[in-house]
């Protein structure tokens, strides 16, 4: 089940071919950063969470639980433990009987026999808590499972800010040597040289800021597994690959097969053996004693026994019934308060996703070719003084703003994405082989 939700969550990065065998697209990156390049093979998700798998405490905590229920569910099955009692009278008197002369000594075998179906009653809450442990510990791993996506998810995108600001530092350089030419032709004054030169710096810091964001968010995925220093330089995915999912009905269908709910299936379970018990408590169990007295005065031996009954259960196992009642109708209302909260988030959820995925295949499509144009058409018009410094600087700004906007938008897409896997725990692209078909990536010459 678990390596199931593994592969469920890669495809929020990496849903490189379905089951029709669709090609994967061109990945975001035509090569890893200089900075970040490495001659291992990449992490994929599949293996970030297999480590986690292997080393995170939180899934051996709930695991950690079943010995414990385990012991419970043995001592349920034991009834009331047998008694033997001995009882020595008229022992060390006074008077013509002294010493042990007039001792009478009772051996008594006693217990309790139970009424109501308390044993089974017993059996049944430890089963039930023993059984309530799967959902919980399902629940545990679609947890860990988005924690770990959305650490990976934050490396992919460190390393999609490098490369815009890459992209950002490369047009800047030009803009620089292209103002230095025209400063020692004397076409441009001065501040156009010093105006390019402070937006490369810019465009470096942005650089730099995306390095560290990189380190940072690859230490914080290798401290899942325990690792002091990231062993990865490289991770594979496409934060822009977005694809489409299936229907929102059929997604709100799978909520009802949702670890969440089958928790509260659980604990419904435990409180229905919860209340069984507490109506066994309506038949009063029955104390017995059965034993044997001997007298030294007369030398008889005699068969004693008897029993005892409370009284007044009925009205003691009232409360304890009523408060059972109770528990159980709250975990009917727990379950249709949760239940709708998912349904509310899932709609939220998928309704995000959607929006984002529009809005980065229309501006893979529609905006940045157009401003890829724009900002080659501005280059060649300042080389030949046509049009301003600032109009070019204008037009290179605005199409790194729309990488970053789209980039953002992703992002967003790639969130929700996760939240839905974590709801569902199922996979959520469509079957259909033109799923991806209108999944429009930048060319290789947007990206540059």
């Not at 441009?188 to 470096?204: G, N, R």
Request: hydrophobic share 45%; glycine share 6%; charged share 25%.
């Amino acid at each position: 089940m678990w390596m199931r939700l593994a592969a469920v969550a890669a495809i929020a990065f990496v849903p490189c071919a379905s089951a029709q065998g669709t090609a994967p697209l061109a990945p975001f990156f035509d090569s890893p950063p200089a900075a970040v390049s490495s001659s291992a093979p990449p992490l994929t998700l599949e293996q970030a969470i297999a480590r986690v798998a292997r080393q995170h405490p939180d899934l051996r905590l709930v695991d950690a639980q079943r010995p414990l229920l385990e012991a419970r569910l043995d001592a349920a099955a034991f009834g009331p433990p047998l008694s033997v009692g001995v009882e020595l009278e008229n022992a060390l008197g006074s008077g013509n009987t002294r010493g042990f002369d007039a001792a009478e000594l009772t051996v008594t075998l006693a217990g309790v026999l139970e009424r109501g179906g308390k044993l089974d009653a017993r059996r049944v809450l430890a089963q039930a808590n023993l059984d309530a442990l799967a959902p919980q510990r399902e629940t545990a791993r679609l947890d860990l499972l988005a924690a770990v996506a959305q650490r990976y998810l934050a490396i992919t995108e460190a390393r999609a800010r490098l490369a815009i600001a890459e992209t950002d530092i490369d047009q800047r350089r030009r803009a620089v040597a292209a103002a230095r030419v025209r400063l020692q032709a004397g076409a441009s004054p001065e501040s156009v040289l010093m105006t390019a030169q402070a937006m490369l710096a810019q465009a470096e810091v942005d650089r730099d800021r995306a390095r560290q964001a990189d380190r940072a968010a690859r230490v914080a995925l290798a401290a899942l597994w325990r690792e002091r220093e990231p062993g990865f330089d490289v991770v594979s995915g496409d934060p822009l690959r977005l694809p489409v999912l299936q229907p929102f009905d059929e997604l709100a269908r799978e909520l009802q097969r949702t670890p969440e709910l089958a928790v509260l299936a659980g604990e419904r379970r435990v409180r229905e053996a919860q209340l069984q018990l507490a109506r066994t408590l309506l038949r009063p169990d029955v104390s017995w004693q059965l034993g044997v007295r001997n007298s030294r005065d007369s030398g008889d031996t005699s068969l004693v026994g008897g029993f005892s009954l409370p009284l007044g259960s009925v009205r003691r196992a009232d409360p304890d019934i009523r408060a059972a009642e109770a528990e159980l109708a709250l975990n009917g209302v727990e379950r249709e308060a949760r239940a709708l909260q998912l349904y509310a988030t899932l709609a939220e959820a998928h309704g995000r996703y959607e929006t984002s995925r529009l809005e980065v295949n229309r501006m893979a499509r529609d905006v940045l070719p157009q401003l890829k144009r724009a900002e080659n058409a501005a280059e060649k018009a300042w080389r030949a003084g046509a049009i301003s410094y600032m109009e070019w600087a204008q037009l290179q700004a605005m199409r790194i703003e729309a990488r970053q906007r789209q980039l953002e938008a992703a992002m967003a897409a790639q969130t929700a994405l996760i939240e839905l896997q974590r709801l569902t725990g199922q996979g959520l692209l469509a079957d259909a082989p033109q799923a991806t078909a209108d999944t429009a990536m930048p060319s290789t010459e947007d990206r540059r």
